[in-house]
């Protein structure tokens, strides 16, 4: 297979079956949380359910004083990360390219040389994340398979994709098969791994902003 | 639809932007120049700069060969389309630039010697002279 | 101290130098030419009187011109090649034995004058290959009642090398397009034991056509490929990486239509879908018509026509971040269906739990792992 038909493949077949995974693995286990349901409360409500849980998917994004003292590192690290992964992947204009391709519009982009300092700055952090979780006792005694594949797929594509621009390594249209392939390979394990807290972190802040809600207390 | 909804734009203007650091090859040319001279000087060894080989953006080019300048030599060759060969305002610095029946460009070199080969008469040509004279004079 | 012994000597039997002197060109012009060549082939001046000493005594090759497939533009591109009357000294130093739009003889007397140069030149000659062929039938590309395998095959057992020359020769181009309905094939996926030179292109540049022929026939050697057999003098950057509009896409201003304010800046055209990134020609630097422009110059993205399956690519004004396919529809039907499944699931689900709590089964850890 020449390299220009591996990117073809990658821009073809591969994008539309990582595509079907993606969309039906997420739309299933949302399904399969949402009917679970919840067991009826026979207690009297001292509060608001919805007001308190939709202010809690809100209020949650900013740090409590005690989880910052006791860990700093992780708190910092993650949003330096988080948002590195936003700008990267939201900001960057050929990136925005592809979403006016699948759901019909785009944005603004940031000038490329600031996306492309970002992707340093995540790259660093997610080895950082990996380090501390690698040397930290009980994080290390924590750590399933699953957690260290996850990290492997968080930062293929970032790593991948900087060589892609810059063109490290080999010929580019291999690279930039390679980048398409890896984000590919990051959406169909996306919806059986913990990645899936994308979306469902809206559904647990709802839920424990609810149920303080519901006894009266602040969450 | 009428022709006078239509616009009509009658003037285009373009206004490319080349940023200014593109390619600065005018210094690092102009110092090989030099050291070629100064190798002319100190072994008599020839030097020859093909400038298609170099990456010059717009205008780089017409720089460098305003900087060399005219000197004292404007040769005119007549060989398969024009050549010109000029000594350029520093004496060793050639300008060779060959064209083609339609007038463009093919190749520019600047050669560093005491004359470009080109303008000598070859040995083969000088044979084959030789012969016709001597034909024509049976 | 004269040359009347060339006089007697055929033209084909006489070297490319004595060729030249008996119609009344100078060595002074020959100088000329091979500097020119020089030049061209992205040679060091330091190699011109080596060229001049290997085209002085050169024998005029045999070259056997095969059309298969295609649509005659890349000899339409030969044929503009006007650098140095390079063209006519090529012609003039080639005995180009056979080629269909260019020769005078037609019928019988074409494919006895091929067979003939063939058997004289034997082990020596020249095959330039342009045009695909097609596996699916031998009927779809005929030459004088053969297939265009068959002769392929049969003219390739006797020549020295072979130039592959536009993209439908080196990568199948346009016929192999999807579906390929011909069953087209390159000339590097039928004959693998001779040395083979790709030069592609849609059509490929004119002075990279001659540069390439002009090396093979001066030194006798294949120039230096790549892994896609591409002589690297020619394709060894890409588009992208010589464009005078990098520095718009390093920066990330682009032209988002064909006459918006950005696309009169001359801002990059990576959204109007250039391939320029993943293309390897010359381009850029070489340019088309002399040096004058290329298309990104001129204002269009570049269509990627060196590459293989250049046609497959998703379209010429998709951009390469962008999936081929229609995603969008796939995204929606897949959505439907996965709600229908998620409610069958989660209907499944409530009643394995309903059955559960009446039957007062404990919870343990593993039901909450899941």
Not at chain 3, 13 to 28: D, F, I, N, P
Not at chain 3, 161 to 179: E, K, Q, R
Not at chain 3, 188 to 202: A, F
Not at chain 3, 220 to 238: A, N
Request: charged residues 20%; glycine residues 8%; hydrophobic residues 40%.
């Amino acid at each position: 297979m020449s390299e220009i038909e591996f990117l073809n493949w990658v821009r073809g077949p591969g994008f539309q079956i990582a595509t079907i995974i993606f969309i039906a693995g997420i739309i299933i286990r949302f399904g399969e949380i949402l009917l679970l349901g919840r067991k009826e409360n026979l207690a009297e409500a001292k509060g608001s359910e919805m007001s308190s849980g939709l202010r809690t998917i809100v209020t949650r994004s900013i740090p409590d004083r005690e989880t910052f003292k006791r860990s700093t590192f992780t708190v910092v690290a993650g949003y330096i990360f988080h948002i590195g992964l936003f700008v990267t992947i939201f900001l960057f204009a050929p990136h925005i390219l592809v979403f006016k391709d699948v759901i019909g519009f785009g944005w603004p982009s940031l000038p490329t040389p600031v996306v492309d300092a970002m992707a340093v700055v995540t790259i660093i952090a997610l080895l950082a994340v990996l380090v501390h979780r690698m040397r930290n006792t009980v994080l290390k005694f924590l750590s399933t398979r699953e957690d260290y594949l996850v990290w492997f797929l968080t930062i293929a594509p970032l790593i991948t994709g900087y060589m892609a621009f810059h063109r490290i390594g080999t010929t580019a249209p291999t690279l930039l098969a390679i980048h398409i392939l890896s984000v590919e390979l990051l959406l169909v394990i996306f919806p059986f791994t913990k990645l899936m807290h994308t979306f469902t972190f809206v559904l647990s802040r709802w839920y424990g902003g609810a149920i303080s809600g519901y006894r009266g207390v602040e969450s | 639809m009428s022709e006078a909804s239509i616009p009509v734009t009658t003037e285009i203007k373009f206004n490319i932007q080349v940023s200014n650091e593109l390619t600065q090859n005018v210094k690092p040319l102009l110092h090989e120049i030099k050291h070629a001279l100064d190798a002319l000087i100190e072994t008599g060894k020839t030097s020859i700069i093909d400038l298609r080989s170099i990456p010059l953006a717009p205008g780089e080019e017409d720089k460098i060969l305003n900087t060399l300048g005219q000197g004292e030599v404007m040769a005119q060759l007549n060989t398969l389309g024009l050549s010109e060969v000029t000594e350029t305002q520093y004496a060793g610095v050639w300008l060779v630039t060959h064209y083609n029946d339609e007038g463009n460009i093919i190749s520019r070199f600047i050669e560093v010697t005491t004359m470009p080969v080109i303008l000598c008469s070859q040995t083969e040509d000088i044979l084959s002279a030789y012969s016709r004279i001597t034909e024509i004079l049976e | 101290m004269t040359n009347s012994s060339t006089k007697d000597k055929s033209l084909k039997e006489k070297t490319l130098g004595e060729v030249m002197r008996s119609q009344g060109v100078s060595r002074r012009s020959f100088l000329k030419f091979c500097a020119a060549t020089a030049s061209m082939m992205a040679m060091s001046p330091a190699m011109i009187p080596k060229i001049a000493h290997a085209l002085e005594s050169a024998r005029r090759p045999s070259v056997i011109w095969l059309s298969f497939q295609e649509c005659t533009g890349c000899t339409e591109s030969l044929t503009r090649a006007h650098t140095a009357t390079v063209e006519s000294l090529i012609f003039d130093y080639i005995s180009l034995d056979y080629h269909h739009t260019l020769q005078a003889a037609a019928g019988h007397a074409a494919e006895e004058a091929r067979e003939a140069a063939m058997k004289e030149n034997f082990g020596k000659y020249l095959l330039v290959v342009d045009g695909s062929i097609p596996l699916g039938n031998p009927g779809y590309s005929t030459i004088a009642g053969i297939s265009n395998y068959d002769m392929l095959m049969e003219t390739a057992k006797g020549a020295a090398a072979i130039i592959a020359v536009g993209t439908c020769a080196t990568y199948g181009g346009i016929p192999h397009a999807n579906p390929n309905p011909t069953g087209a094939v390159s000339v590097g996926e039928l004959i693998k034991d001779k040395p083979i030179i790709n030069v592609p292109g849609c059509p490929p540049i004119p002075v990279v056509i001659t540069g390439v022929l002009t090396h093979y026939l001066t030194f006798g050697t294949i120039p230096e490929l790549d892994h896609l057999g591409r002589p690297k003098v020619f394709y060894g950057q890409s588009i992208h990486d010589r464009c005078y509009r990098r520095p718009f896409y390093d920066k990330g201003l682009f032209a988002e239509t064909f006459d918006d304010e950005g696309a009169k800046k001359g801002w990059c055209l990576y959204k109007l879908g250039c391939k320029g990134p993943t293309t390897y020609n010359a381009c850029a630097t070489t340019k088309w018509n002399d040096g004058t422009s290329f298309p990104i110059e001129a204002g269009h993205p570049c269509l990627g026509c060196s590459e293989p399956d250049f046609w497959d690519g998703g379209g010429f004004y998709k951009a390469l971040s962008m999936p081929t396919e229609n995603i969008t529809q796939t995204a929606v039907y897949t959505a439907a269906g996965a709600v229908a499944a998620g409610l069958a699931l989660g209907a499944m689900n409530k009643r394995k739990k309903n059955s559960a709590v009446a039957a007062h089964n404990k919870t343990t850890t593993d039901d909450l792992e899941k």
